[in-house]
C-alpha cells in the first residue's frame, strides 16, 4: 500500500489490479510491482482534483469515461524515471533498451559546476536602475550583458527561480515538452498563475492551451532543444513574396536578412553554435563559419541521409546551440538521451543563463531579483515610462516596489510582454503602453508543426543523443501554391514515456494490456519521428488580450487568448506531413502515421511570437525596428514578440541576434566578443 492513502482501502484493491490490467507481469514487472500504488498516491498530493478520476476508474473500470487517461497515466509512471515512483529499479528502461546517460557512461562528472548568478533579495533592491531588463530568456539575457558592459547598472527581473541543473535534469513527467497533466519544473507551478481562453475557460500552467515557456532564469533556453537556425532572405520578405492571403495579416519586416547578418555571426559566436559546412537552399550568405563542427550522429543519421538522396532532396546538419567541443571555458556534450526539455548535465547546452548572463554579472553591474514580476510600467504626468512597479513573493509575503529606471527592455516572452504593456495604462494610453493604435497583442504566433512517426523491423534509434542530427530545408519555400513551409529534422532521442504516447496516440498499440507492453519493448527503438515548423502566415484576430474580471494572485488581470490559425498553415502542415512520411518510408519505415487532424485556439508555445511586431509605420506595428516602443525612446522589447512573421525554423538564434541589434544601437557600440577576435575554443 502506499505510504500515503487518501483513498479507501477496496478502491486501492480495484485500482491495483486495474493497473495490472494496463501493464501486466511477464518477463518484467507488472505496474503495481514496479510502484504504481505509491506512483499513483504520490500524484494525488499534487493534483488532489485527480480522486474522483480514480474513484470513477475503481467503480467502472474500462467503462469509465477516465479510463484512457487512467492507463495513460499508469503507463507513464511505469516508463518514466524511478524517482516518480512507478518505475522500480529502471525495469522498464531494461526491458525496452533505453538509457538516460551516454553509451559508455559519463566522460565527467555531472551534474557540471554551474557559475553562481548574482541574485539580489527585494529588500536590497535600489531604488533607481540605469536599465531595468524584464524578462531573463534570449533577449533579456542579451540586453543585460550588453548594457552592463556598456556601463549601465542593471536591475533583471525574472518570475520564476534560478533551479539548478541538478533539479533539471532528471523528471520525465515534469518536463516541459511532456505533456502528463502535471506542472513543469521549469515553471510556473503555481496554479493562481491562470489564463483564459476565448470560450471564458480557465487553464493552467500544466494545460497546453496555457501556451507555456519557461518561467525561470534563462527563460526558455533553460531548458531548450537548441536548433540554432537563422532565417533566410525570404523569411523578412513574405508578403512581397508571396501577397497576403485572405484573412491573413502576413507582412514584410522592416529589416531584411543583410542587416541582421552581422548580429547572426555575432550570436553564433558569442554563444555558441555548432553545426555543418552547409546551409542548404533558401539560407543567406554568411561571412564566418559555425565556430564548433556538428555535434557527432550515428548510423541514424546516415540511413535518413541515403533516403533523402534517392528522394532528391538535399540534407545539411542540424545547427544546434550546444558544444560539440570545449568552448568558452565550458564542456563538450556527452551526448546523453536527456535534452529537450531539460537542464544539460554537462552545462553543454548554451542559454541565457551560462553565457549572456554570466557575462552581465561579471562586471558587477547587474543582478537579478526572483519570483517577482514588473506589474505596470510606471509613467509620470507627461506619460513618459519613468520606471516599473515591481510585484513579489517571499517566503510566503506578497510584496510591492516602485523602482525608477532611466531605461526599459521588456523580454518577458510575446504572451507576457503583451500582458505587461496591456496592464500599463495612463491618461495618455488608457489601453496600455503602445496601444493607442489596438496593435498590442495582435498577430500572436508561434509555430504549427507537421511530420511523421514511422515503425522499422530494425533497430534504427541508436540513442546517440541529443537526436536531430540530419534536416531538409529544401520545403522552406516555393512548395507550389503553399504560402512558404518550413524544414524538416529527425527528432530528439525520446523518452519512453512519451514514446509510449506517440505509440498510442498513432495507433501502433494498444493502452492497455500485454500487446502494448510488447509494443514497447519492440518498437521503442524501431521507431523514429521526423518533424519540421511551418511559417504561420499570421492574423490579427490571432491575439493577447487581458481579461479584468479574472486576475492572479497580485490582482493583475490576466492573459486572454483569441483567434487561431490561418487555413494556410494547416495546409503547410500536411504538406510537411507527407513529406515527412515519404522521407521515413524511403528510409525502410514499414507503417507511418502522418500528422494532421483539427486545430482550435491561437498559437503559442514555446515558439511563442508577434505580439508586439516591429514595423516602419505607428499604425500597424507596436515597435520600431530597433525594438522601441512608438512613442516611448526609453522603452524597448527584445523578445520574439517583436518578430512580424516567424520563420519555417526555430525561432531562438533570431531573437539573440535581433536583440543584440537593439542593444548596439541603444548603447551606441557594444564590441563584445566578435570585434576582439576572440570566440575559440576553451578547455
Not at 492507463?71 to 518505475?87: C, F, H, K, L
Amino acid at each position: 500500500m502506499p505510504p500515503v492513502d487518501p483513498l479507501p482501502e477496496a478502491v486501492w484493491e480495484q485500482l491495483t489490479a486495474l493497473m495490472d490490467y494496463v501493464v501486466p507481469a511477464d518477463d518484467y514487472p507488472s505496474a503495481s510491482q514496479a510502484g504504481g500504488a505509491h506512483f499513483l498516491a504520490t500524484l494525488l498530493e499534487e493534483r488532489p482534483d485527480w480522486r474522483a478520476r480514480l474513484d470513477a476508474v475503481a467503480r467502472d473500470g474500462e467503462a469509465s469515461e477516465h479510463w484512457d487517461w487512467f492507463a495513460e497515466i499508469v503507463s507513464g509512471g511505469y516508463y518514466a524515471d524511478p524517482a516518480n515512483g512507478g518505475n522500480t529499479d529502471a525495469a522498464s528502461w531494461r526491458m525496452v533498451d533505453w538509457q538516460p546517460e551516454p553509451l559508455g557512461g559519463w566522460p565527467e562528472k555531472v551534474p557540471a559546476e554551474e557559475a553562481a548568478p548574482a541574485i539580489v533579495h527585494p529588500r536590497d533592491l535600489e531604488s533607481r536602475y540605469d536599465a531595468i531588463v524584464i524578462g531573463s530568456g534570449a533577449g533579456g539575457g542579451v540586453a543585460a550583458c550588453g548594457l552592463a558592459e556598456a556601463g549601465r547598472q542593471v536591475l533583471v527581473v525574472e518570475a520564476g527561480e534560478w533551479p539548478s541543473i541538478e533539479s533539471l535534469h532528471r523528471d520525465h513527467l515534469r518536463n516541459p515538452r511532456s505533456d502528463w497533466g502535471l506542472a513543469p519544473l521549469s515553471g510556473p507551478v503555481d496554479e493562481r498563475q491562470v489564463r483564459v481562453l476565448e470560450n471564458g475557460r480557465i487553464v493552467r500552467p500544466f494545460e497546453g492551451a496555457w501556451n507555456n515557456n519557461a518561467f525561470t532564469a534563462g527563460g526558455g533556453t533553460r531548458v531548450y532543444g537548441a536548433q540554432a537556425w537563422r532565417f533566410g532572405p525570404l523569411d523578412f520578405r513574405m508578403a512581397s513574396t508571396y501577397g497576403v492571403p485572405d484573412g491573413s495579416a502576413l507582412s514584410d519586416w522592416p529589416i531584411s536578412y543583410q542587416d541582421l547578418e552581422p548580429y547572426y555571426e555575432r550570436a553564433e559566436w558569442e554563444i555558441g553554435v555548432s553545426g555543418g559546412p552547409e546551409d542548404g537552399p533558401w539560407a543567406g550568405p554568411r561571412t564566418r563559419e559555425f565556430p564548433m563542427p556538428a555535434l557527432r550522429s550515428g548510423p541514424k543519421r546516415d540511413r535518413l541521409a541515403t533516403a533523402a538522396a534517392s528522394l532528391g532532396f538535399s540534407t545539411v546538419h542540424v545547427p544546434m546551440l550546444i558544444n560539440s567541443q570545449p568552448y568558452l571555458g565550458r564542456r563538450a556534450c556527452s551526448s546523453c538521451n536527456l535534452c529537450i526539455g531539460f537542464a544539460c548535465p554537462d552545462d553543454a547546452k548554451n542559454g541565457s543563463q551560462n553565457t549572456m548572463l554570466t557575462r552581465a554579472f561579471a562586471t558587477k553591474r547587474a543582478h537579478i531579483v526572483l519570483n517577482s514580476r514588473a506589474s505596470q510600467l510606471r509613467t509620470d504626468v507627461s506619460g513618459r515610462v519613468v520606471g516599473v512597479t515591481l510585484v513579489g513573493e517571499t517566503g510566503g509575503v506578497m510584496w510591492s516596489r516602485e523602482i525608477d529606471a532611466a531605461e526599459i527592455v521588456v523580454a518577458a516572452g510575446a504572451v507576457e510582454s503583451a500582458r505587461l504593456l496591456l496592464n500599463s495604462r495612463s491618461t495618455r494610453e488608457p489601453h496600455g503602453i503602445g496601444n493607442n493604435n489596438d496593435q498590442v497583442g495582435r498577430h500572436l504566433q508561434g509555430h504549427v508543426y507537421g511530420g511523421a512517426f514511422g515503425l522499422f523491423e530494425d533497430v534504427v534509434e541508436d540513442l546517440v543523443g541529443p537526436g536531430p542530427s540530419i534536416a531538409t530545408t529544401d520545403y522552406r519555400h516555393r512548395n507550389g501554391d503553399l504560402v512558404g513551409g518550413g524544414i524538416i529534422a529527425d527528432e530528439f532521442v525520446a523518452l519512453p514515456a512519451n514514446t509510449y504516447w506517440y505509440l498510442v496516440s498513432s495507433g501502433f498499440i494498444p493502452r492497455a494490456g500485454l500487446a502494448g507492453k510488447q509494443g514497447m519493448r519492440r518498437y521503442l527503438r524501431r521507431s523514429l519521428r521526423l518533424m519540421g515548423p511551418v511559417q504561420e502566415v499570421t492574423s490579427a484576430e490571432s491575439r493577447v488580450r487581458v481579461d479584468d474580471g479574472v486576475v492572479d494572485q497580485y490582482g493583475l488581470p490576466v492573459v486572454r487568448f483569441s483567434g487561431s490559425v490561418h487555413a494556410e498553415d494547416l495546409r503547410a502542415r500536411d504538406f510537411t506531413s507527407r513529406m515527412s512520411g515519404e522521407w521515413l518510408r524511403a528510409a525502410g519505415a514499414v507503417d507511418t502515421f502522418e500528422f494532421g487532424g483539427k486545430r482550435a485556439g491561437p498559437s503559442g508555445g514555446q515558439h511563442q511570437a508577434g505580439t508586439l511586431r516591429m514595423g516602419s509605420d505607428p499604425s500597424n506595428s507596436v515597435v520600431d525596428e530597433y525594438g522601441r516602443v512608438w512613442g516611448h525612446e526609453n522603452v524597448r522589447v527584445m523578445d520574439g514578440s517583436v518578430h512580424v512573421t516567424n520563420g519555417g525554423v526555430n525561432p531562438v538564434l533570431t531573437i539573440f541576434a535581433t536583440a543584440l541589434r537593439s542593444v548596439e544601437h541603444m548603447t551606441g557600440s557594444w564590441n563584445g566578443l566578435r570585434k576582439a577576435g576572440s570566440g575559440g575554443t576553451d578547455s
